[in-house]
């Protein structure tokens, strides 16, 4: 199985900050890299596909970047809404698999 | 409208046995592949199966043996067995839509404790 590591693990930020979430894959994944925000008690929301890709509806704050092994989340200027758990995912292998997440956290 | 619905979670002691459904409407359900991807409370996210609309499987090695996943494309469902259950079974387990997963159910706890 192809293994995502996520870091930080938890990131303690503040309204309007800049945060950047970092995802490695144990082998080159091309450009098959989604990431995901889920809050307390709901299912994960797809936020972006394709490494780069914004899914309908979602807001131009979030971006993401990267290629072969190492992919970037960024958010630009955080907002209330935006404190959850994100997870990037990769669908290069017969079996999807996640990172094991990354909390933002109010300061 | 894409709509999930899963049902046949609940309390089985270790070693028993429970199988899942998921019910799909508003998109051409034979057409993707369907995922079960199941949170640990307080954990992360694993996908344990899917299974594409042709019928092709893949489970993850945890579960590999002990749980099957299966579909019918003429009532739009997919399914999974989970047989000879333990503790470590216990999560929330989501259906979702495509292997990049913009539907999702809202999930079925199961718990395996006696």
């Known amino acids: 199985d192809i293994q995502l590591t996520q870091s930080p693990s938890s990131l303690s930020t503040s309204v309007g900050d800049r945060v950047t979430i970092t995802c490695r894959a144990s082998?080159?994944?091309?450009?098959?890299l989604n990431w995901y925000q889920q809050k307390p008690g709901k299912a994960p929301k797809l936020l972006i596909y394709?490494?780069?890709s914004l899914q309908s509806g979602v807001p131009l704050r979030f971006s993401g970047s990267g290629s072969g092994t190492d992919f970037n989340f960024t958010i630009s200027s955080l907002q209330p809404e935006d404190f959850a758990i994100y997870y990037c995912?990769?669908?290069?292998?017969?079996?999807?698999?996640f990172g094991q997440g990354t909390r933002l956290e109010i300061k | 409208e894409v709509q999930l619905l899963e049902s046949g979670g609940g309390l089985v002691q270790p070693g028993g046995s429970l199988r899942l459904s998921c019910a799909a409407s508003?998109?051409?359900?034979?057409?993707?592949?369907m995922n079960w991807v199941r949170q640990t409370p307080g954990k992360g996210l694993e996908c344990v199966s899917s299974?594409?609309?042709?019928?092709?499987?893949h489970y993850a090695e945890s579960v590999k043996g002990r749980f099957t996943i299966s579909r019918d494309n003429s009532k739009n469902m997919v399914f999974l067995q989970m047989n000879s259950l333990r503790a470590e079974d216990t999560a929330v387990y989501f259906c979702?839509?495509?292997?990049?997963?913009?539907?999702w159910g809202q999930g079925t706890l199961v718990t395996v404790s006696s």
């Open positions: 995912q990769q669908t290069y292998s017969s079996l999807i698999t």
């Open positions: 979702a839509k495509d292997r990049s997963s913009a539907h």
């Open positions: 394709a490494v780069s």
């Open positions: 508003g998109f051409i359900f034979s057409s993707f592949t």
């Open positions: 082998q080159p994944i091309s450009k098959y």
């Open positions: 299974i594409s609309g042709s019928g092709s499987t």
